[in-house]
């Protein structure tokens, strides 16, 4: 669901600019507004699932996407569904990290390969997918339904997670890294926010969060390097493989954003094409 609401939006964002009269500033919030919450809170996320239960996370992230989802289709104001979207990618913050977690519980050791390649695999043919699904949903019913969409499967999900093993860190449980938290999600934020308004660099405002962001996140990798219970241990940056994963995960998503946004936009408004089509 997080992954394929991740690019089902793009593809109606003309469509919700006619009917709710936004500017393109803040179309491109309805896109970034969702993955400016999800960036902030995922670390937290996960922290809380090692926490308090991963299945437990999760479910309270799926049924919390089901309900931003329900209001961002029934929003009237361009602010609304801005402020829905940043509650669903909280929500999403929840969910992901936890769906993976809970895979390695579910499964053996010998299967845990397999089943995590088909976590991938599927991950990637929602993302492919989610242009097709909002395309057709917005040329032959209407934009609301794309958020609508995630209503059903919502409800599938939960069924599918409650029969799945419950999991948890025994050591998180001995202490939560609240510092590592609060400086991680205030990093994290500040920076993204930082970066989506980076035409405006003059700006206090920007330039406020910039040194924010940097500030909080040097602060949250020493905490972490002196925790007891770090949210992000730093010797995982010690693997090679690790480092990589990750650089190739953000030179991937950077470019598939600018993409999937402004393509999909040039498209319907300077080509003239149908969302489908788009």
Same mark, same amino acid.
Request: proline fraction near 4%; aromatic fraction near 8%; glycine fraction near 12%.
């Given at each position: 669901?997080?992954?394929?609401?991740?690019?089902?939006?793009?593809?109606?964002?003309?469509?919700?600019?006619?009917?709710?009269?936004?500017?393109?500033?803040?179309?491109?919030?309805? %896109?970034?507004?969702?993955?400016?919450?999800?960036?902030?809170?995922?670390?937290?996320?996960?922290?809380?699932?090692?926490?308090?239960?991963?299945?437990?996370?999760?479910?309270?992230?799926?049924?919390?996407?089901?309900?931003?989802?329900?209001?961002?289709?029934?929003?009237?104001?361009?602010?609304?569904?801005?402020?829905?979207?940043?509650?669903?990618?909280?929500?999403?913050?929840?969910? %992901?990290?936890?769906?993976?977690?809970?895979?390695?519980?579910?499964?053996?050791?010998?299967?845990?390969?397999?089943?995590?390649?088909?976590?991938?695999?599927?991950?990637?043919?929602?993302?492919?997918?989610?242009?097709?699904?909002?395309?057709?949903?917005?040329?032959?019913?209407?934009?609301?339904?794309?958020?609508?969409?995630?209503?059903?499967?919502?409800?599938?999900?939960?069924?599918?997670?409650?029969?799945?093993?419950?999991?948890?860190?025994? %050591?998180?449980?001995?202490?939560?890294?609240?510092?590592?938290?609060?400086?991680?999600?205030?990093?994290?934020?500040?920076?993204?926010?930082?970066?989506?308004?980076?035409?405006?660099?003059?700006?206090?405002?920007?330039?406020?969060?910039?040194?924010?962001?940097?500030?909080?996140?040097?602060?949250?990798?020493?905490?972490?390097?002196?925790?007891?219970?770090?949210?992000?241990?730093?010797?995982?940056?010690?693997?090679?493989?690790?480092?990589?994963?990750?650089?190739?995960?953000?030179?991937?998503?950077?470019?598939?954003?600018?993409?999937?946004?402004?393509?999909?936009?040039?498209?319907?408004?300077?080509?003239?094409?149908?969302?489908?089509?788009?």
């Amino acid at each position: 669901m997080a992954l394929l609401d991740g690019t089902v939006v793009n593809v109606a964002l003309r469509r919700i600019g006619q009917d709710l009269d936004a500017s393109l500033a803040q179309l491109q919030w309805i %896109t970034n507004g969702y993955l400016l919450a999800l960036a902030a809170f995922i670390l937290l996320g996960g922290s809380l699932g090692d926490r308090f239960g991963r299945r437990r996370i999760f479910v309270v992230g799926v049924m919390g996407f089901a309900a931003a989802s329900l209001l961002c289709a029934l929003a009237v104001t361009p602010g609304q569904l801005i402020t829905a979207r940043l509650v669903q990618g909280l929500a999403a913050a929840l969910l %992901t990290p936890g769906s993976l977690a809970m895979i390695q519980g579910a499964f053996r050791q010998e299967d845990r390969s397999r089943a995590i390649g088909a976590w991938s695999g599927l991950g990637g043919i929602a993302a492919a997918v989610g242009p097709f699904v909002g395309g057709w949903l917005v040329q032959y019913a209407s934009w609301r339904w794309v958020f609508l969409l995630n209503l059903p499967l919502a409800a599938v999900t939960v069924v599918i997670a409650r029969r799945s093993p419950e999991t948890s860190d025994p %050591t998180a449980v001995a202490g939560f890294d609240i510092a590592g938290a609060v400086l991680g999600a205030t990093g994290l934020a500040g920076l993204t926010f930082a970066l989506i308004e980076a035409g405006a660099l003059s700006t206090p405002v920007v330039v406020a969060c910039v040194v924010l962001g940097a500030g909080a996140c040097a602060a949250f990798v020493q905490v972490e390097r002196t925790s007891r219970h770090p949210m992000m241990p730093p010797r995982l940056f010690g693997s090679r493989q690790f480092n990589a994963a990750n650089l190739m995960t953000l030179l991937v998503y950077a470019a598939l954003g600018a993409v999937l946004f402004f393509l999909v936009l040039q498209l319907q408004t300077v080509a003239g094409y149908e969302p489908l089509q788009a």
